[in-house]
Structures are given as structure tokens and as C-alpha cells.
T-cell receptor, first 116, second 114 residues
């Protein structure tokens, strides 16, 4: 079945540093990928839509200069959290839409970011 | 996407069937019902989807009422590993990501107890 992977699964970084998270579709091509953020005991909230070969679309309230998204190929999207602060600590999840489930999405396992 | 309503929590005994309800009274004729679940500290997992006929796969069964205003996800023999938050989402089905992201509500927290 369709698989989406993320790397790393968890990361701890110091305040002020940058962290890159990778999202890969392992057995299908994805022209569009989605990045979500989830705080403890809350539901997933969309941050941005990543489009292969073009600029990402950010949701209202999400700083595009802070959360850099690059979708350089049909199987890879990256999210870079720049100048991270403790309030950026969260669970980041990506998803993509494989051709096997119309209207559905497959999600990566998530990346737990802790900023100290 | 049509709005859905789910109970905030449910308990189920291990080995018994778990029946998770979802109301979607404003569903349109071309909208499908999707079910996902999220086990703690993991990404959401696709379970099943359907339009109007009942559906079954290796994970679960989906029963949709004749008027399509509600549905039930059935886990026939719940195990402790089925403890998760279950999300019912209604949307139009198109291939690829062209119809946009999934919108998650609060879902139902299912606790399977020994």
C-alpha cells in the first residue's frame, strides 16, 4: 500500500537554530503534500500546502518566512523551522494523496520537535 | 465539506465489537464518508471510506444509513491496539490532492479495556 515516511521521527534543538523535516512518498508520486501541526490534546491543524515545482500555500497565521517549505521533486517535500523557539515545539505531520484512495490521504508517522 | 458530529469518547471491552457513530446530516450526494484514526503520537491512519453502500475491509466495516445522514464504523473484535482517536470526515472524492487537505474535527476517543 501507499506509504509516506518522515525523517526524523523526533528532534531536540536549541532555541534560535533551524530544523529540517523531510516527508517522502515511498511508492507513489505526489504533486501535492500537506503539512499539519498538532499540539498536545488538540486536533491536527493544516499549516501549508506544498506544491511540486511551485511555492507553497500557507494558512492564515502561519509565517512563511519561519516555516520554509520546499517541494523539489514528486516524492519529497521538506519543512524547515527557522530560528526555532520553544513555542514551536509540536508534532509535525505530513500527508499526500496516493492514487489508490480517491479523496483520501496517507500520513507520515510524524516528527516530534522539542525546542529548548 | 459537510460537517460531522461524533461522541467525544467511548469505551469498549477487548474482544467485543466497537461501534463508532457519526452524524453527517448535511452530506451532499457526491460526498463520501471517510474514517481515519490516530493512535497516540503517530500520524493518522486511513481506515475505510464509502459513498452509500456498506463497505468492509481487513480493518473495519462501514455502515451508511439509507438516507446517508449517519454512519457507523465497526471494529468487529477490538483489541488494546485499537485504542485511538477516530475521525469521521465527509468530502468529495477526487484523485490526487486537488481538493485540498482533510479537515479534522475532535473525533471520538475510543478506549479498549481488558
Amino acid at each position: 500500500g501507499a506509504v509516506v515516511s518522515q525523517h526524523p521521527s523526533w528532534v531536540i534543538c536549541k532555541s534560535g537554530t533551524s530544523v529540517k523535516i523531510e516527508c517522502r512518498s515511498l511508492d507513489f508520486q505526489a504533486t501535492t503534500m500537506f503539512w499539519y501541526r498538532q499540539f498536545p490534546k488538540q486536533s491536527l491543524m493544516l499549516m501549508a500546502t506544498s506544491n511540486e515545482g511551485s511555492k507553497a500555500t500557507y494558512e492564515q497565521g502561519v509565517e512563511k518566512d519561519k516555516f520554509l517549505i520546499n517541494h523539489a521533486s514528486l516524492t519529497l517535500s521538506t519543512l524547515t523551522v527557522t530560528s526555532a523557539h520553544p513555542e514551536d515545539s509540536s508534532f509535525y505531520i505530513c500527508s499526500a494523496s496516493p492514487p489508490v484512495v480517491p479523496g483520501g490521504q496517507y500520513f507520515g508517522p510524524g516528527t516530534r520537535l522539542t525546542v529548548t | 465539506d459537510a460537517k460531522t458530529t461524533q461522541p467525544p469518547s467511548m469505551d469498549c471491552a477487548e474482544g467485543r465489537a466497537a461501534n463508532l457513530p457519526c452524524n453527517h446530516s448535511t452530506i451532499s450526494g457526491n460526498e463520501y464518508v471517510y474514517w481515519y484514526r490516530q493512535i497516540h503520537s503517530q500520524g493518522p491512519q486511513y481506515i475505510i471510506h464509502g459513498l452509500k453502500n456498506n463497505e468492509t475491509n481487513e480493518m473495519a466495516s462501514l455502515i451508511i444509513t439509507e438516507d446517508r445522514k449517519s454512519s457507523t464504523l465497526i471494529l468487529p473484535h477490538a483489541t488494546l491496539r485499537d485504542t485511538a482517536v477516530y475521525y469521521c470526515i465527509v468530502r468529495v472524492a477526487r484523485y490526487g490532492g486537488s481538493q485540498g487537505n482533510l479537515i479534522f474535527g475532535k473525533g471520538t476517543k475510543l478506549s479498549v479495556k481488558p
